[in-house]
């Protein structure tokens, strides 16, 4: 759940992206140049990246941070992911979000992704 301080960031996150949107409907409108198009849509992307990375790292990093507890729990140093497991750990806290991202994907059961995907 998020606070308070979250929320009001992640709103005015997200009217800053329908105020750009906005502009590239515009743009389409007044049959603006394909460059231009694509420098607004960028920013939109980027805008919605820091929505994502920003206002959610903490709550990320938490939950992967207790995946990763779980996964060491279970794996006493001789299971098959025992060495990334601990490289993992040791390097948790110098990497950036979409690194700690990318790199703890594994940690969640297969079963769990495909769980995931069906309920979308």
């Not at 049959?31 to 820091?50: G, M, P, T």
């Amino acid at each position: 759940m998020l606070n308070n301080e979250e929320k009001k960031a992640i709103l005015k996150r997200l009217s800053f992206v329908k105020g750009q949107i906005q502009g590239i409907e515009k743009m389409i409108e007044n049959n603006r140049s394909i460059k231009d198009l694509f420098v607004q849509l960028k920013a939109v992307e980027q805008a919605l990246h820091a929505a994502t990375y920003g206002v959610f790292e903490d709550q990320l990093k938490t939950h992967l941070a207790e995946a990763l507890s779980e996964r060491l729990a279970t794996c006493p140093g001789n299971c098959s992911d025992a060495e990334r497991l601990q490289f993992t750990r040791r390097e948790f806290a110098k990497l950036d979000l979409k690194g700690i991202i990318e790199s703890l994907t594994w940690l969640v059961p297969e079963e769990k992704v495909s769980k995931a995907r069906k309920t979308k």
